[in-house]
C-alpha cells in the first residue's frame, strides 16, 4: 500500500507544474485525498483536497484561483495543477489519502520556484 507522488522540479515565477501522485494497493474512491507541503524552516500545510463524501474540492487561501485539484478514480491518481507559480510555493509537496482511521502519505516530490 502506498502513494507515489512526482512531477515537482524547478520553475521560474509565473511557470506551471502538474503534480501527480498514484495510489497502489488500495483504491482511492471514497477516500478524502489532497496534496500537503512543507517549505524549509516551517510547518507542514494542507494545500487543497478533494472531499470523500461529495468530493468538494477546498484551497487554502494563498492558492486559489490558482492551483487546481483533480482525482481520476479509473486511473487511481489525484492530481494539483499549479498555475503562476511564486517564490513562496517552493516547498516539498506531499500526497495524501484518508478514511477513518486510514491515513497514508506520499513521500514528497520537491518544488521550487525561482524569481
Known amino acids: 500500500v502506498q502513494l507515489q507522488a512526482s512531477g515537482g522540479g524547478l520553475v521560474q515565477s509565473g511557470g506551471s507544474l502538474r503534480l501527480s501522485c498514484t495510489a497502489s494497493?488500495?483504491?482511492?474512491?471514497?477516500?478524502?485525498i489532497g496534496w500537503f507541503r512543507q517549505a524549509p524552516g516551517k510547518e507542514r500545510e494542507a494545500v487543497s483536497c478533494?472531499?470523500?463524501?461529495?468530493?468538494?474540492?477546498h484551497h487554502r487561501d494563498a492558492v486559489k484561483g490558482r492551483f487546481t485539484i483533480s482525482r481520476d478514480d479509473r486511473k487511481n491518481t489525484l492530481e494539483l495543477q499549479m498555475n503562476s507559480l511564486r517564490p513562496e510555493d517552493t516547498a516539498v509537496y506531499y500526497c495524501?489519502?484518508?478514511?477513518?482511521?486510514?491515513?497514508?502519505w506520499g513521500q514528497g516530490t520537491l518544488v521550487t520556484v525561482s524569481s
Open positions: 494497493g488500495f483504491s482511492l474512491e471514497s477516500y478524502a
Open positions: 478533494i472531499s470523500g463524501e461529495d468530493d468538494s474540492t
Open positions: 495524501h489519502a484518508q478514511r477513518g482511521r486510514l491515513s497514508y
